[in-house]
């Protein structure tokens, strides 16, 4: 089991930042360097407790799919994303804020497992441990951005 926590600093109130953070749209903009798109369940707006929804991107040269859940969510302080379908063994990623002195802690711990025993372990020590995180540094910059920007 892998895992990734990376702690983003906003300047914006904790409601600005949580929404931004489970927005399909805003989501897909700060993907844009992968192409990935809402396919489908919830495709665009808000996304909420008990809600589905499909990305397809393009990820080391091939568009792959992942379906996840939004199985837990308290509002404005805690939410996670599950994956129901898609090429980890498994992967969980939990959103955490709290607002402290007028800017919004947004915490991601983004566990998962890779499939393919030795060569999966493998795989995600050379490539795929830096792509998510990356990934993820490039997805907050992007919330960051229009959450101070509102």
């Not at 495709?43 to 568009?63: S, Y």
């Not at 799919?65 to 599950?82: A, G, K, N, P, T």
Request: hydrophobic fraction near 40%; charge should be positive.
């Amino acid at each position: 089991m892998s895992i990734i926590n990376i702690t983003t600093k906003i300047k914006a109130p904790i409601q600005i930042v949580f929404d931004h953070a489970r927005n399909i749209d805003t989501h897909q903009k700060s993907a844009s360097k992968t192409s990935e798109v809402a396919i489908a369940g919830t495709t665009h707006g808000l996304i909420n407790k008990g809600e589905t929804v499909t990305w397809r991107g393009k990820h080391f040269g091939f568009f792959l799919q992942h379906q996840s859940i939004i199985s837990q969510m308290e509002l404005y302080s805690y939410f996670v994303d599950e994956q129901l379908k898609g090429h980890f063994k498994s992967f969980k990623h939990q959103h955490f804020f709290e607002e402290i002195d007028g800017q919004t802690i947004m915490k991601d711990v983004m566990e998962y497992e890779t499939p393919f025993g030795i060569f999966g372990k493998l795989f995600d020590l050379l490539f795929l441990k830096r792509h998510l995180t990356n990934f993820l540094i490039e997805r907050n910059a992007c919330l960051k951005l229009v959450s101070e920007t509102k």
